[in-house]
């Protein structure tokens, strides 16, 4: 796998790869400079999906983004699924590995969510031993994410901020920076986002994601299916000017869109990158 910072193929505003613009992007439409592979998708064995996604390949470089290594889990590492992983990291050579600051399984069972985890020591601990194994096999940094959270643990011990910057240190591995879940938690979680942004390493941010949320009554998910908010936007914007020149990408799983539609967001993630205004509006006030 190609060194994050050996990678001159991925820059500027790529888009998360879904199935339903395979023809599309395979012809060419829009102006996309990269791909984020949902690997998970393709994990599994070989077929129509993973034929398209060769053919993907040859026209677009990659970045591949998992979500069910569970690297916070107090499970054993799932050996079989880093192998299927690692399998196709040798055959596509993807620009870098991206996982989440999380655990999806306990006792052997997959419980298909991204579970959040205390802040604390314990689960450092446990993070950075996992991200270990994985670097290990990849022969250099991956990328963490991260995640968005609805609850607060009694055990946390230290700040969200905190606990990320410690992971990324110890592991000696590279943040994928979450926007959206950044606001999120800010949100869920009443912290400045603001002040969580300019208190990153900023030696460690590697990649950006966009999404769209949710609002419910009295909280925000993190639901990928709807455009970003204004703020949001705003918030993307404060980190492109401290993060300045890192990618990002646009992601839109749930009752994926027209391509058209996604287009517009990238173009305006891509505007915002170049130093264009953020405009006003959208649906929530400032996290910060």
């Known amino acids: 796998m190609t060194g994050v910072e050996e990678s001159r193929a991925i820059h500027g505003v790529g888009l998360g790869l879904r199935s339903r613009h395979y023809d599309e992007l395979l012809a ?26 060769e053919l993907i390949a040859e026209d677009y ?8 290594m569970s690297l916070g889990s107090a499970d054993p590492l799932d050996v079989r699924y880093l192998d299927a992983v690692m399998g196709l990291v040798d055959r596509f050579e993807p620009a870098w590995l991206s996982e989440h600051l999380a655990w999806t399984s306990s006792g052997g069972r997959h ?6 985890l205390p802040f604390n020591d314990e689960a450092v601990d446990t993070l950075v031993a996992r991200i270990g194994q994985v670097q290990d096999r990849l022969g250099g940094p991956m990328l963490v994410e991260n995640s968005s959270g609805y609850t607060a643990f009694k ?13 990324l240190e110890s592991a000696d591995c590279l943040l994928l920076l979450d926007i959206n879940n950044l606001y999120v938690n800010a949100w869920n979680h009443n912290f400045d986002a603001l ?8 030696e460690r941010v590697a990649q950006m994601h966009l999404a769209g949320h949710d609002h419910r009554e009295h909280y925000l998910v993190d639901a990928h299916g ?4 204004e703020p949001v936007w705003e918030l993307y914007a404060e980190a492109v000017r401290l ?4 990618p990002v990408c646009v992601e839109w799983d749930r009752d994926v869109p027209a391509l058209d539609l996604l287009l517009g967001e990238v173009k305006k993630a891509r505007d915002i990158m170049a130093g264009g205004q953020v ?10």
Do not use: C, K, T
């Open 28 to 53: 060419g439409v829009g102006e996309i400079p990269w791909l984020e592979v949902l690997l998970d998708n393709y994990a599994h064995g070989d077929g129509l999906p993973m034929h398209q996604l």
């Open 61 to 68: 470089p990659l970045v591949f983004h998992g979500v069910g």
């Open 111 to 116: 419980h298909h969510e991204l579970l959040p």
């Open 155 to 167: 055990a946390s011990a230290m700040s969200e901020l905190e606990f990320v910057g410690r992971v």
């Open 195 to 202: 002040e969580f942004l300019r208190g990153l390493p900023r």
């Open 226 to 229: 709807s455009p970003v908010v």
């Open 243 to 246: 993060f300045p020149d890192i």
């Open 279 to 288: 405009g006003s509006g959208g649906e929530e006030s400032d996290a910060s």
